[in-house]
């Protein structure tokens, strides 16, 4: 498996923005979906957004026109979660995915925190 490693979560207040980037360790080659996950507490994981090697993108219809994801196929494949006029309801723990050559693949989690 591969091993994520996340960075940009914090305390924002509504209407903000941040941004999450995501990185593998090692080096990842071909076909690849990467995304982004949140869960909140007492609630399932959800996706949020996901970027193919080809650059298709797909978004939960909550984040849509808000966030977007993007990824640096020339730099270790770093995925990134730009979020714009973030919401209390956007508050979780943020996690980065890699589903390649089979297999899935998380990231240790970032706390988002969107409140005033």
């Known amino acids: 498996q591969v091993q994520l490693v996340e960075s940009g979560g914090g305390l924002v207040q509504p209407g903000g923005s941040l941004r999450l980037s995501c990185a593998p360790s090692?080096?990842?080659?071909?076909?690849?979906?990467m995304g982004w996950y949140r869960q909140a507490p007492g609630k399932q994981r959800e996706l949020v957004a996901s970027?193919?090697?080809?650059?298709?993108?797909?978004y939960a219809d909550s984040v849509k026109d808000r966030f977007t994801i993007s990824r640096d196929n020339a730099n270790k494949n770093t995925v990134y979660l730009q979020m714009n006029s973030l919401k209390p309801e956007d508050t979780a723990v943020y996690y980065c995915?890699?589903?390649?050559?089979?297999?899935?693949?998380w990231g240790q989690g970032t706390q988002v925190t969107v409140s005033s």
């Open positions: 970027i193919t090697t080809g650059g298709r993108t797909n």
């Open positions: 090692g080096s990842i080659f071909g076909m690849n979906i």
């Open positions: 995915n890699v589903i390649w050559m089979g297999l899935t693949s």
